[in-house]
C-alpha cells in the first residue's frame, strides 16, 4: 500500500481535488479477530508526508489550534490536540482531522463558513447525540466522508448530507436511529455501525431499503437476534460477527445477488435452510463459532469456508455438492473446520467436487465427552507438481495461462486418478 500515499500527493501537488485513501479500503484487513481485537474501517492515511516546506505564510487562514500544511492548502489538521471544541472551520477547507480530542459538542457556529467541506474525521472524541446542533452536517452539501467512531453517541446522527458516500459510526453506544434516517443517502456506498447497541426492533423497518448504492454493511458487535430486514440488492459485503442471530429466514440472500462476503462467526446459528448461501457471487463465508450441526449447499463461487467451533459431528459432501459439473468446478480452496465434533475426516471426495482445495484444517475435535481429538488427515497432492503450477503463473506464459483456462472451464471429466492419497498426515 505504500505507493498510494506519493499518488495522492502529486494530485493534491497539482491542485486537483482527488481522495486517495477511502478508494483502497480493503475488506480482508478488516475485522481480522485472530490476529488483532480492534477492527480497522480504513485505510490508513499517511501523515507523515512532508508538510514542512517552509514557502510564504499562506493567505488563506488557519484556525490557530490547528496545521494547515502549505502542500495540502485544502486540509486542515488538528488532531491529537486534547482541543475540548471544534474550531472555527474557514471556508476554503475541505478535509477536517480532529480525531483524538476531546471535543463534546458539534456546533453550527464553528461551521459557519465551510460549506466546501469533504471530509471530517472527528473519531475518538466525546461527542453526544444531544450536542450536535440539530442540521449541522446536512448542510454540508459536499461531504463525501464522515467519521464518528469511537465517541458517545446514543442516536444516529440525523440528518445527514445527501452527498455522503461513507459514514463511520463504529464503537458508540448507538442504540436508536429514526425511521427516516437514511432516506435521501442515495450516495452512500459504506456504513459502519460495528460495537454499537442495536437490538432488532430499531432496524425492522427496513430503514437501509433506500440506500441503494451500499455496498458494504457493518453492523457486527451490536445485540441483533435476526437477520437485518430489507436490505438493499446492492449490497457486496455484510458484518453481522458476535451477535445473538439463531435463524436465517429461507431466501433471506434471494435479494442479495451481489454479496461477495458474509461474516457471520459468533453467533447462535443452528438449523439454517440447506441452501440459505446459493449465492452465485458468494467467495467468502465465515459461520465459525455457531451451533451448526449440517452442512449445507456450497455455492460454486466460494473459495473461503470457515466452519469452526460448531457442532458438526459429520460431513456428507454430497450435501455440499450435490453434483460435479465439469464445466463449471467448484471454486473452493480453504476450508477450516477445527473445534467441530467431527470423529473421522472428510471423504476424500471432496476433492473431486472442489478441485481447488487446497488445505482442510482439522485442528482439534471436540468428542461428546468434552475431550479433544486429533484427527489423522489425508493430504492430497496432483500428480503434477503444485510448486509447477506456480511457476507458470508467475511467468505469465501463455501456455500456462492456457492450462489455467483449462481448469477454470473446459477440463474434462474427472478422472479419479487425477489425485493421489499420498500420506497420512499429523495436522494440529
Ligand atoms: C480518521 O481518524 C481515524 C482514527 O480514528 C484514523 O484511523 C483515520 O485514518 C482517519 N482518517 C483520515 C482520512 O485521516
Ligand atoms: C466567516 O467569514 C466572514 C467573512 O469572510 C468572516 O468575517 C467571519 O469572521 C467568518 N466567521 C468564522 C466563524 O470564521
Ligand atoms: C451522487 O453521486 C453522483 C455521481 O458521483 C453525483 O452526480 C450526484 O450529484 C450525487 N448525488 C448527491 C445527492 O450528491
Ligand atoms: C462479543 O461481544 C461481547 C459483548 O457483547 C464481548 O464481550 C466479546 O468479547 C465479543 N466477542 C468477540 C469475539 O468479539
Ligand atoms: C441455487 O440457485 C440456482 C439459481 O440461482 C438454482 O438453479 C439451483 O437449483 C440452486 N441450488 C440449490 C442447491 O438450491
Ligand atoms: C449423503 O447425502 C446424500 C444426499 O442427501 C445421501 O443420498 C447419502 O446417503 C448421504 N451419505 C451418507 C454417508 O450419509
Same mark, same amino acid.
Given at each position: 500500500m505504500g505507493f498510494l500515499s506519493p499518488i495522492c500527493a502529486i494530485f493534491f501537488f497539482f491542485g486537483v481535488k482527488v481522495y486517495c485513501q477511502y478508494e483502497f479500503y480493503q475488506w480482508d +484487513?478488516?475485522? /481480522?479477530?485472530?490476529?488483532?481485537?480492534?477492527?480497522?474501517?480504513?485505510?490508513?492515511? =499517511?501523515?507523515?508526508?512532508?508538510?514542512?516546506?517552509?514557502f510564504h505564510q499562506y493567505t488563506l487562514g488557519c484556525a490557530s489550534e490547528c496545521f494547515c500544511p502549505t502542500n495540502f492548502p485544502t486540509s486542515m489538521y488538528c488532531d491529537n490536540r486534547k482541543l475540548k471544541t471544534i474550531p472555527n472551520i474557514p471556508m476554503h477547507i475541505q478535509q477536517l482531522y480532529l480525531q483524538f480530542n476531546e471535543i463534546e459538542a458539534v456546533t453550527t457556529n464553528s461551521f459557519i463558513n465551510?460549506?466546501?467541506?469533504?471530509e471530517i474525521n472527528l473519531s475518538h472524541n466525546k461527542i453526544k447525540s444531544q450536542k450536535i446542533d440539530y442540521g449541522v452536517f446536512a448542510k454540508f452539501s459536499n461531504l463525501l466522508q464522515l467519521h464518528l +467512531?469511537?465517541? /458517545?453517541?446514543?442516536?444516529?446522527?440525523?440528518?445527514?448530507?445527501?452527498?455522503?458516500? =461513507?459514514?463511520?459510526?463504529g464503537y458508540n453506544k448507538i442504540s436508536t436511529l429514526q425511521t427516516n434516517a437514511m432516506d435521501g443517502l442515495v450516495n452512500?456506498?459504506?456504513?459502519?455501525?460495528?460495537?454499537?447497541?442495536?437490538?432488532d426492533s430499531v432496524l425492522k423497518d427496513k430503514i437501509f431499503a433506500k440506500t441503494e448504492k451500499l455496498m458494504q454493511l457493518n453492523l457486527c458487535n451490536n445485540r441483533l437476534e435476526s437477520m437485518p430486514p430489507g436490505l438493499p440488492s446492492s449490497l457486496m459485503y455484510l458484518s453481522l460477527e458476535n451477535n445473538s442471530i439463531s435463524s436465517i429466514p429461507e431466501k433471506y440472500f434471494d435479494k442479495l445477488p451481489k454479496l461477495h462476503a458474509l461474516r457471520m462467526s459468533y453467533n447462535k446459528l443452528q438449523d439454517i435452510p440447506y441452501n440459505s448461501f446459493n449465492l452465485s457471487n458468494l467467495i467468502e463465508l465465515n459461520v465459525g463459532h455457531n451451533k451448526l450441526k449440517q452442512e449445507f449447499y456450497i455455492p460454486r463461487n466460494l473459495e473461503h469456508l470457515y466452519l469452526e467451533n460448531n457442532e458438526i459431528e459429520k460431513i456428507n459432501v454430497t450435501m455440499m455438492c450435490p453434483s460435479i459439473d465439469p464445466l463449471h468446478l467448484h471454486h473452493l480452496t480453504y476450508l477450516r473446520v477445527d473445534q467441530n465434533k467431527l470423529k473421522e475426516p472428510i471423504s476424500s471426495y471432496i476433492f473431486f467436487c472442489f478441485p481447488h482445495l487446497r488445505s482442510i484444517y482439522y485442528g482439534e475435535q471436540r468428542s461428546t465427552h468434552g475431550q479433544t481429538i486429533q484427527l489423522k488427515t489425508q493430504v492430497f497432492r496432483r500428480f503434477q507438481d503444485d510448486d509447477d503450477d506456480d511457476d507458470n503463473d508467475d511467468h505469465d506464459d501463455p501456455e500456462g495461462?492456457?492450462?489455467?483456462?483449462?481448469?477454470?472451464?473446459?477440463?474434462?471429466p474427472f478422472d479419479p486418478h487425477y489425485y493421489e492419497i499420498q500420506e497420512w498426515q499429523e495436522t494440529i
Open positions: +484487513e478488516d475485522y /481480522d479477530q485472530d490476529s488483532d481485537d480492534d477492527y480497522q474501517t480504513e485505510f490508513q492515511f =499517511r501523515q507523515s508526508v512532508e508538510y514542512g516546506v517552509p465551510a460549506t466546501y467541506l469533504k +467512531e469511537h465517541n /458517545d453517541l446514543e442516536e444516529f446522527p440525523f440528518p445527514l448530507p445527501k452527498s455522503l458516500e =461513507r459514514l463511520l459510526l452512500l456506498t459504506m456504513l459502519d455501525l460495528c460495537y454499537n447497541h442495536l437490538h495461462a492456457h492450462e489455467g483456462q483449462e481448469q477454470e472451464g473446459a477440463e474434462g
